[in-house]
């Protein structure tokens, strides 16, 4: 029985979400779907990378992924099937693959649409059905599509890094404001070499250590620490940080359509 994984940028505000199950379960009932999330901010590759990176790691081997985000960047030709560490990862020829592994997955083929179909999302999900299908019925990845196709690659967020300092971005908001930075608790050690430093992030704001857990300072006071997926977090012990700080996420589209930067940072000073 396939285990299937679903991420998409529709929301639950209608029936989309599942009419994309309804049409895997038609393709094959016993597919197992698990929901990683429907929420992804449209357009939001930074955030759909982060979402998509450490959920994929915490699924069983030959798990299929299917991410359902910006599918149609440009009129899609074909879709994509990615077999990298033991994970398959269906998504749109748009980028985020790569951005999601940080690096080329070990095979990769192309999964032609028909030109005459309607390519919507049903469709488009209908596509990556019938190729898992086809996958748990033995036929080989090279068989189902078009084997080592170019991609279009995209390269994940990196921070800044200075020989005092180094810089992350906001890369997503949690359900309680939590503010996740792109600055992985090895990258912050490794600058670090045991020196002292301060996070200092809206100008004024700082901090000065690394806690354990929220309960680590008294309650409304502002902290710092590595979360599961071991990214720097900024949180307000049961409060709401980036709504008191004034602080928002990496946006691409607000980016491209307002011509300014919509996504704010913090730097990490070692003294």
Known sequence: MALLTLTTDIGNQDYLAGAIKGQLLQVNPVFKIVDISHNIAPFNYPQAAYVCRNAIRNFPSH?????????????????????????????????LLTMILEEKPDMIIGLP????????????????????????KGQALQQIGIPDIPIVEKNHLRPLVNENWIEGQII????????????????????????PFRIIFKRDEVIDRISETYADVPEGEKLALFNSAGYLEIAINKGNAAGLFGLHGFSEQSQSQQNRLFYQTARIYFD
Not at 73 to 85: C, G, I, S, V, Y
Not at 113 to 136: E, F
Not at 172 to 180: G, K
Request: net charge negative.
């Open 172 to 195: 997503f908001i949690d359900n309680f404001e939590n503010i996740v930075v792109n600055i992985t608790q090895t990258e912050f050690e490794q600058q670090r070499q045991g020196r």
């Open 113 to 136: 649409l028909d030109p005459l179909a309607n390519k919507n999302t049903l469709y488009c999900t209908q596509v990556m059905g019938n190729a898992i299908n086809q996958l748990q």
């Open 63 to 95: 798990t299929f992924h299917l991410v359902l985000v910006n599918l149609f960047d440009k009129k899609p030709e074909r879709l994509l099937l990615a077999f990298h560490q033991e994970q398959y990862i269906l998504c749109a020829d748009n980028g």
